[in-house]
């Protein structure tokens, strides 16, 4: 695929996938193009959003087939009548008072995690603000938000990393047969709760979309990708913001992160420059022009939300672009349109919350790893630990 001229678009190059063809993108990086696109879902399709970043092999297919593993198009693919409807029923629960009720409830949660750090300091003098502050506490409130148990999280947590991985990573096929395995084990486990769901008192995500006419294997679909999203990314979000601001790279300094005004600071800050989403995929419908060229039918497509490496030509083990906004915007990073994040403003208030309760409750603690290992798929990353020790008072 040739470079196109004027900057906007160009081709995928240097990703982590083992050559070009393995990677087949037209990348669009200025945000004007990237509204555009995704202004245009008739022409530029969110068809392929959800599809398998490397093409499952036969073994992990069957293992997905033998629990009837299906994922057929209800939201965030859907490119069809339908989704209008079926967004409306899902944005009930994201409204902005719902939203802004959760607060309460979010700040319990991140001084009971920022206190939990604070003991294992005390007693093994290191910890993890990965797993002890930014794992749980957003997959409890989006499955409280949705009106389900909050329960099973460890197993919750490893199934999310695994599905994105398996989706949006490059899994060779024994790394596949792996993850399969974990996938499927999620979708049963998630089979389950949509089937108790339905037989639950009160208002759950299942239970209105079930009255909305889903079947319950669109329901699983649903599920299966937004009980990952809804959590996994605010977690990610969360984890990236910490070590920047610890590594003292971020817009403010741990002490200001304290204070609302520097927690929203330093979230606007990663999510313009470095969000936990960095890329989203579309495909051209049929021939379409964007930006003055020719987009050929089945044109697969990158789009650059906030800044990332892998489309910036650079190696695996390449730090990502930490300043630069290249067709980045908080306006653009959660997408826009009529597929725009549901919640958006939901994750936007974890982090700030979360941050400003870890750096008032432990002002102290200074980063012990200034390399940690980062999960580096396609469309998130974020590092995958964030050790700290206290620091002198």
Sequence with gaps: MMPLPGGALAPMAGAEAPDASACPYLVVRDPESVRDVLHRPADFSPANALVAVT??????????????????????????????????????????????????????????????????????????????????????????????????????????????????GWPDADRQLELARSAAEFYVWLRRLVGQSMAAPGRNLFKSLSAHGLSRTELCSLGYFLLI????????????????????????????????????????????????????????????RLGGHLIPAGTEILLELSGNRITAGAGPDTPPLRDSARGASTGLVFGSGIHRCLGAKLSELEAAVMLQEVATALPTVQLQDREPDWIRFLSFQAPRTVSVANGPG
């Design 229 to 288: 999203a809804g959590q996994e990314t605010t977690t990610q979000l969360i984890s990236t913001i910490m070590f920047r601001l610890l590594e003292r790279t971020g817009p403010v300094g741990w002490k200001e992160a304290g204070t609302d005004e520097g927690a929203r600071a330093a979230v606007r800050h990663v999510l313009a420059t470095e969000s936990s989403v960095p890329t989203w995929r579309r495909v051209a419908a049929h021939d379409a």
């Design 55 to 168: 093409p499952l092999e036969g073994p992990a297919l069957r293992v997905l087939q033998r629990v009837g593993f299906a994922l057929p198009p209800v939201l965030a693919s859907n490119d069809t009548g339908t989704h209008g409807g079926i967004r409306k029923v899902v944005a009930g629960f994201f409204t902005p008072a719902t939203v802004a009720a959760m607060e309460p409830r979010i700040r319990e949660l991140a001084r009971e995690a920022a206190a939990q750090a604070g003991e294992q300091l005390a007693e093994a003098g290191l910890t993890d603000l990965v797993q002890t502050v930014a794992a749980f506490p957003p997959a409890v409130v989006m499955l409280e938000l949705l009106g389900l148990p909050a329960r099973d999280l460890e197993d919750l947590k490893r199934w999310g990393l695994d599905s994105m991985e398996l989706f949006w």
